[in-house]
């Protein structure tokens, strides 16, 4: 039962006297930080060693908005809404997030300091935060900062959440800035035009669709049309083509770029120390959001898939007690963990029916306990060139990646399985090797009343993002699978209820 108390509106209060500590927390997520990018970060690595690293942390899905959103309230994305490219939905206010409560509850000051994009306030992501901040980056934090740590009340604890996207493409260029770039690159012109474009020059139509700031110069139909064109192209290009050495090439530049983020964080996190922001009982955190593909799985960049270098992510604790001594943590965590752990430990009360879990209890056992973290992804058309419309589901433990993709264009559905200790990279997916589930997997009760529950909820969800698709963009997405397939739905369960056809 609930010892929390709501206000007029329904929304979680906490409750004001259960908490025993109220530390001053710091989140620094660094947007589109690979797990292993760490081995690139000397101060993180110097941080892991004085508190603790988990060693599968998970994200909920593989883009900036609906991520973020699913840590600060701790839903899974089709929960909160907030995860549609191109549709502005914002978090519906009812929705109570994690600021929220440290803020009205606990009576922490709240501020965000963030890279900018999907974050005004209209979006709604930020509320519970009393300050927020644009176009923050770790370079010349402290500038930003200063102000903030002034006013800053000094007997109320902290939360500080600091988002930057120095490690996102186009890579290493808010290191060294680059001239900016004309709306469209001349040579993504041609491509648009139904040209192609020579080997030497596609990293240039590569760097300007990476260019977030170039992108967004990109306005009206037409230029929007051309932009979504040169998008397919590339995803055609890179699905057909890995081109090894841009691919080697790109990576090289995100593993630089990661290395000067590091050091900017050094810079950072030293001087919120001398402010004494961070002290002794104070908490650090530093994650990420979702990684980046390399071609692994044949894509770069990040969205649209689930595969493991998109929704791994570095989550490095370091604070006293649990969050103390160089340990690494095996078993599953997820990022919607973190609030629930962090109020866990102060003792206080988190918001009910959220999906992350406090992992506290394993933090102190040395082992965080396996269990299936789920991710998910879905697009529409019209959005970022997706030329159809989509939902994956993925559940990952420490041993198996499983996951769903259902087309809601032409109607297929597909299921996926990895076998994580024997195929760590995820290579070899049994489904299609063997025709059904392994043996191995569905002996374990758990994880098939978790898949059977996840496809019911994919079958449902597709459905949402077709109507979704019409209303948005008037796109008919074409017939929907109406019987659950028999490879992948048990024959005896009834499909759950269509809802009825978008309206004309
Ligand atoms: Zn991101």
Redesign the pocket.
Known sequence: MSRGGYDADGQFLGSPTQAQRRPNIVIVLI??LRADAVAHMPYLRSLAAQGVSFLDATAPTS??QP?ITSLLTGLLPHKHGADTPGDARPLPGAITTFPEVLRRAYGYQTAAFMGGKWFDDSQGTLQGFETRHGDYLLRGATEILAPWVAKRVQQAPQLLFLHTYEA?DPYGARNHPWPVRAPIHPQAHAVAAGGDVPADRWQEVWQFLTDTVARETVRGQRDRQALNRIVQWTLRGCELDPRPDILERLRAEYEQGVTWVDGNLRTTCEWLKAQGVLNAESILVVTS??GEAFGEHGMIG?GRRLDDELVRIPLIIRGPGPFSGGRTVSGTVGLIDLFPTLLDYMGAEGIPGVDGLSVLAGLKAGEVRDRPVVSEVRAVPQTLGEPRSWVRTALRTTRWKWELVYDVGDGTLAEHVFDLHADPGAMRDLVTATGELPAALTSDPLLCGEIEALRDRCWGEARATAARAYSLYGVDVGPLVTERPASCWPRDTAPPVIPPAPPR
Do not use: A, N, P, Y
């Open positions: 947007d589109t883009w900036t991520s996102h959001d979702h990040h």
